[in-house]
Structure formats: structure tokens, C-alpha cells
């Protein structure tokens, strides 16, 4: 059978200081994989495509077309809330064009949605999906007895079926290495990065563990994984990441979501690095009370010595009161300012750049004491600064909450991007966030400790100099190096 894989995702190439114009869709390069490994001819669809050897952004009319070329049998969409209406779209568009073609959808918001199953879609797949889709896929050709296959919804007479919840896959293992693209293996990295963006570098996300310790409120990894967090071995991880170098990668992302929550397995993997001299540039996420410790200090400097050279945590606030109510610990411990300021700076005395994630628009903000609280900081070690703007997201304990309190979130489920203020704040709107939002953004990177802190890191690894150059000139602003 024909598979098409297919990833709606707004297009975000107009905003120049968006990173890459389509994020990698990992969950459904493993899906595909796994339908390849069953002998299915697969192909990815995102709204992009390869022109005079550039990745250049296509429509959504035009990548309708490229799929009904394509004629699948079966057409799997993986979205996120944001997405969802223009997958609905496409969807109902191929079953026009294409009566026969069976849709499937699986992620995040088909997940929160499970028996809710709308038209044009036939089947979600609710949570991990690889064993599930396994299944279909045999069953499809088959005795078609699709409710003995758990964690799959089935639309049958405009009603939603619910077959199950599946046994998480706790061995990641005996699963296939994610399907790769050219569309998104050839996107030019946009951020400060090794090697540096003059030298166009080709990044790809890789995968050590799934799910995470931490139940975070505003978080939905709870809601979709729960809090089993398991591994692949270091040996599969390395070889896989020398298969993605030979393919032209520069820079890799562990897109797990605490890449140092059992500190030993994360110093296994970095010692597998260097013991097959891997000599590969990556990236992590990680939890500022993971490494808060002697211990701590010692790992982040086997991880620079493993090759890498950046970490982003989630910092979220520089208020202590916010961090509890969002739930921000480790083993009952809330995650402290004080913290964050100590654990990044051993990172940045370390040589490893620091990322910081912040989020405004809670309920219990106001303008005030957003201004107070982000006058802070720039007493934080940071070197690259992402504030988004508080989403209620579906599976995380804060959109179940705010729907019990009454508050009204906005109907256009693309606007939930994590960028617009989606709800009925007490006292901001819209417009007010998004110029605080500027604001800070404005006032983090021009301010005299920004300016130290990146000389200093550049001190320590010189290499960073032409990075950080490199990302100025790409943001427009800022100083030379």
C-alpha cells in the first residue's frame, strides 16, 4: 500500500526569526518507518518542498496537490491543536479527490479528542502510536478487525468507537530508526549554532528517552505519555546519529524532555559518544534540578566533552510563587530562581550555551507584575531567549482546570500556537501581551549583561564567536563578536 505521512503545519518561513520553516514531525517519521518495515512504499508531506536545490515553502492548495499525485491508500496526519484544522481540511479535500483513501490521525489532539472523532477522519490513534499503526496496517490487509487493536478510535456511524487504552512500548529498542527526508534533512538551521549558520548547517532530531518525571501543569506530557520515562541504548542512538551524519548532518537535538532526568543513563550515552569518536555537535533540553548538585557540574562537563554545546531549560518564571503554582519540581522539591541562576551558570562557565524558555499570560499575572518580573532577567544566564505565551493545552492539568473555572478559550484552534493569548485573561488582551512579549525580547538582548555573558562564553569557546555573529546578523540586530 501507499502511505502518506502528512504534517499541516502553518507556514512560518514569513517570520524571519523563526528557526526552520517546518519543525521535524519525528512521531510520524516513526510511524512511516514502521510501515516501511512492513514493505508499504511511504512518502512525507509538509508544506515545503525542494526547488533548485533550496527548501522553499509551498501553499496548502499546493500541497494538496502534491499528495493527490501521490494517490495513497492511506493518508496519517499527526497534529498538534494548532494544526488540526488544516489537517480537517486537507483531509476532507483527499476524501473528494480520492473517495477510497482511509484517514488516520494520531497526536496530541486527536488523543485529547478519541471518541469525539470527526468527520472527514475514519480512525485516530490515541497516545504512542508505532504498535498500534503496526496493527492497522496488518489488519487493513487482513480480517479488518479493528476493535481487537487497543489505543485505536474507529469512526463507525458518525459515532466514535474507542477500542482501549495500549500498554506503553517500553522497549524503544525493537523499534525502527525514524523514517528520514530530504525536505527536512536539507533545511538550513536558523539559531546560534556548531557549526555556525554561514556554514548552513543541516540539523535532525534524535530520540535517547521518552515521557518525563515531572508533572509540570501547563505540560501535556503527563496527559500523553504519563511519567514512565524509558531509553533507547546508547549503542542504537550512536549508530543511528553516524547513519544522520553520513546523510549531511551538522547539528543533532535530543528532543527528549529532560535529556539528564536519570544522570547516569545520560552519562552512558555521552561516554558511547566518545568512545566511538562520534565527534557530532548537539544539542539538549533539560531541568535545572537535575544538575544542581557537584555531580551535576561534573555531568555537564562530560556532556561538552561528548560535543554539546547547548542546553535549553525551562526557566518559565523568575517568580518563585508562579513556579510552584505551575507545578515546577523534581521529587517534591519546587525548582527556585536561585536555582536556575546557579545550575546555568556552571553550565556557561562549562562552555555550554544556554537557552531559556519563559512564559507569560498565566491567569493570575497582571501587566505589572509581568514588567517586575521580567526585569529580573537579565540576571540569568541565558544566551538565547524564547518567551511564549501562556496556551491551555489539552492533556495538561491547566486546560482541565480552566475549563472547570469557567474561562473561554477562543474557538479558532489555529491561534493555539503558543504565540496568541487564546483565552479570557482578567486583564490582557492580546494586543497588550504581544507588545510585553516585544518588550522583553527587546530588553533581554540589549541589555549591558547580555552583552557580557556572550563575550565571556565566547572567551571560554571561541568558537562561538562566529556563531553568535552569525545569529546577529540573521535577527538584524545586535553586537559583533
Known amino acids: 500500500m501507499k502511505i502518506a505521512g502528512i504534517y499541516p503545519q502553518k507556514n512560518l518561513s514569513l517570520d524571519p526569526k523563526i528557526q526552520h520553516a517546518v519543525s521535524e514531525p519525528y512521531g510520524l517519521e516513526m510511524i512511516l518507518a514502521v510501515a516501511s518495515q512492513q514493505?508499504?512504499?511511504?512518502?512525507?508531506?509538509?508544506?515545503?518542498?525542494?526547488?533548485?536545490?533550496?527548501?522553499?515553502?509551498?501553499?496548502?492548495?499546493?500541497?494538496?496537490?502534491?499528495?493527490?499525485?501521490?494517490?495513497?491508500?492511506?493518508?496519517?496526519?499527526?497534529?498538534?491543536?494548532?494544526?488540526?484544522?488544516?489537517?480537517?481540511?486537507?483531509?476532507?479535500?483527499?476524501?473528494?479527490?480520492?473517495?477510497?483513501?482511509?484517514?488516520?490521525?494520531?497526536?496530541?489532539?486527536?488523543?485529547?479528542?478519541?471518541?469525539?472523532?470527526?468527520?472527514?477522519?475514519?480512525?485516530?490513534?490515541?497516545?504512542?502510536?508505532?504498535?498500534?499503526?503496526?496493527?492497522?496496517?496488518?489488519?487493513?490487509?487482513?480480517?479488518?478487525?479493528?476493535?481487537?487493536?487497543?489505543?485505536?478510535?474507529?469512526?463507525?456511524?458518525?459515532?466514535?468507537?474507542?477500542?482501549?487504552?495500549?500498554?506503553?512500548?517500553?522497549?524503544?529498542?525493537?523499534?525502527?530508526?525514524?523514517?528520514?527526508?530530504?525536505?527536512?534533512?536539507?533545511?538550513?538551521?536558523?539559531?546560534?549554532?556548531?557549526?555556525?549558520?554561514?556554514?548552513?548547517?543541516?540539523?535532525?532530531?534524535?530520540?535517547?528517552?521518552?515521557?518525563?518525571?515531572?508533572?509540570?501543569?501547563?505540560?501535556?506530557?503527563?496527559?500523553?505519555?504519563?511519567?514512565?520515562?524509558?531509553?533507547?541504548?546508547?549503542?542504537?542512538?550512536?549508530?543511528?546519529?553516524?547513519?544522520?551524519?553520513?546523510?549531511?548532518?551538522?547539528?543533532?537535538?535530543?528532543?527528549?524532555?529532560?535529556?539528564?532526568?536519570?544522570?547516569?543513563?545520560?552519562?552512558?550515552?555521552?561516554?558511547?559518544?566518545?568512545?566511538?569518536?562520534?565527534?557530532?555537535?548537539?544539542?539538549?533540553?533539560?531541568?535545572?534540578?537535575?544538575?544542581?548538585s557537584r555531580s551535576g557540574q561534573e555531568l555537564m562537563e562530560l556532556m561538552k566533552k561528548a560535543g554539546c554545546y547547548k542546553i535549553a531549560w525551562g526557566v518559565e518564571s523568575t517568580n518563585d510563587n508562579s513556579l510552584e503554582i505551575m507545578g515546577k519540581r523534581v521529587d517534591n522539591e519546587f525548582t527556585t530562581t536561585e536555582q536556575t541562576v546557579r545550575v546555568l551558570q556552571n553550565a556557561l562557565d562549562t562552555g555550554i550555551i544556554n537557552q531559556g524558555y519563559y512564559i507569560i499570560g498565566f491567569p493570575w499575572e497582571t501587566e505589572e507584575t509581568i514588567i517586575r518580573d521580567a526585569g529580573k532577567l537579565k540576571y540569568i544566564p541565558i544566551h538565547i531567549f524564547n518567551v511564549g505565551i501562556f496556551t491551555p493545552i489539552p492533556l495538561s492539568r491547566f486546560y482541565k482546570e480552566m475549563l472547570e473555572k469557567g474561562y473561554k478559550l477562543d474557538p479558532d484552534l489555529e491561534n493555539h500556537d503558543r504565540n496568541t493569548l487564546v483565552y479570557n485573561h482578567p486583564s490582557l488582551d492580546n494586543e497588550k501581551i504581544k507588545a510585553l512579549q516585544a518588550d522583553m525580547h527587546h530588553n533581554f538582548y540589549t541589555s549591558p549583561e547580555y552583552l557580557e555573558r556572550v563575550q565571556t562564553s565566547c572567551r571560554i569557546d571561541s568558537r562561538f564567536k562566529s556563531a553568535f555573529n552569525d545569529y546577529f546578523e540573521f535577527l538584524g540586530n545586535g553586537p559583533k563578536m
Not at 508505532?130 to 487497543?150: A, G, H, S
Not at 506503553?168 to 556548531?194: E, T
Open 39 to 292: 514493505g508499504h512504499d511511504v512518502e512525507l508531506f509538509v508544506p515545503l518542498k525542494c526547488h533548485q536545490e533550496r527548501i522553499v515553502p509551498i501553499t496548502e492548495e499546493e500541497m494538496i496537490e502534491r499528495i493527490t499525485e501521490y494517490k495513497p491508500d492511506i493518508a496519517g496526519f499527526s497534529m498538534y491543536t494548532c494544526q488540526y484544522p488544516m489537517g480537517k481540511r486537507i483531509a476532507a479535500e483527499l476524501k473528494k479527490r480520492l473517495p477510497g483513501t482511509m484517514t488516520i490521525a494520531g497526536n496530541r489532539y486527536p488523543s485529547y479528542l478519541c471518541e469525539k472523532i470527526e468527520d472527514p477522519f475514519d480512525f485516530f490513534v490515541v497516545k504512542e502510536g508505532e504498535e498500534t499503526f503496526r496493527e492497522f496496517l496488518r489488519e487493513i490487509e487482513n480480517e479488518k478487525k479493528y476493535r481487537d487493536i487497543k489505543g485505536l478510535v474507529i469512526r463507525e456511524n458518525h459515532r466514535g468507537f474507542y477500542t482501549g487504552n495500549r500498554q506503553r512500548n517500553l522497549h524503544l529498542d525493537f523499534l525502527p530508526n525514524a523514517m528520514r527526508f530530504p525536505v527536512i534533512l536539507n533545511q538550513v538551521y536558523r539559531g546560534i549554532s556548531l557549526p555556525p549558520m554561514s556554514e548552513d548547517p543541516n540539523y535532525a532530531i534524535v530520540e535517547y528517552s521518552r515521557c518525563c518525571y515531572n508533572t509540570c501543569k501547563f505540560c501535556d506530557s503527563t496527559g500523553f505519555w504519563g511519567n514512565n520515562v524509558v531509553f533507547r541504548s546508547p549503542q542504537r542512538v550512536v549508530e543511528e546519529m553516524f547513519e544522520l551524519k553520513e546523510k549531511g548532518v551538522d547539528t543533532f537535538y535530543f528532543m527528549d524532555l529532560n535529556f539528564t532526568a536519570d544522570r547516569q543513563k545520560t552519562a552512558e550515552l555521552c561516554k558511547e559518544m566518545i568512545d566511538q569518536s562520534l565527534g557530532a555537535h548537539w544539542y539538549c533540553m533539560s531541568n535545572t534540578a537535575t544538575l544542581d
